[in-house]
């Protein structure tokens, strides 16, 4: 139990690491692409998906290096498939909980658009996604990444 403990921490901090970066990429370009005249729930979508993809590659080197104890039966070209695929679901995910928070919720809502504006409602959602992702990847790489240990 605290050998997993000490891996979710571990998760925990590249998790941090890479939360950031995701995050101030989701935003940045987000704000550019409103400040061009763009919907905020297609900006944030579209900021999110360069925001994920860059955090994924990051995520792969720390998570592999420092969390998870590699397959010995995985070539590191397989295993990365099969991180990106994993991620490429974790994005899908993201980017569904962004739409239906920003477009269904906040857009259908007089009370939420008079008390938050796009930038904060784009970064609750995001915040939202995070969370939720981070549960979904923490799970499936373990199970499909991390080379199982022998009960002694």
Do not use: H
């Not at 998790?15 to 970066?21: H, L, Q």
């Not at 995050?23 to 900021?47: D, H, K, N």
Request: proline residues 1%; glycine residues 10%.
């Amino acid at each position: 139990m605290k050998k997993l403990m000490q891996q979710i921490l571990k998760f925990g901090v590249v998790g941090v690491v890479c939360f950031a970066i995701d995050y101030l990429i989701t935003l940045v370009i987000a704000a550019l692409l409103r400040g061009g005249g763009m919907s905020t729930g297609r900006a944030a979508l579209i900021g999110a998906f360069f925001g994920f993809t860059i955090s994924v590659i990051i995520n792969y080197f720390l998570s592999m290096k420092y969390v998870f104890v590699r397959r010995e039966d995985m070539d590191r070209k397989r295993e990365f498939m099969v991180f990106v695929i994993l991620s490429l679901i974790g994005l899908v995910l993201n980017e569904l909980i962004i739409k239906v928070s920003i477009d269904v919720i906040y857009e259908g809502s007089d009370l939420l658009k008079g008390m938050m504006g796009p930038g904060l409602v784009t970064a609750g959602a995001k915040i939202v996604a995070t969370g939720i992702v981070m549960v979904y990847n923490f799970i499936t790489r373990k199970i499909f990444l991390e080379q199982k240990q022998e009960n002694a």
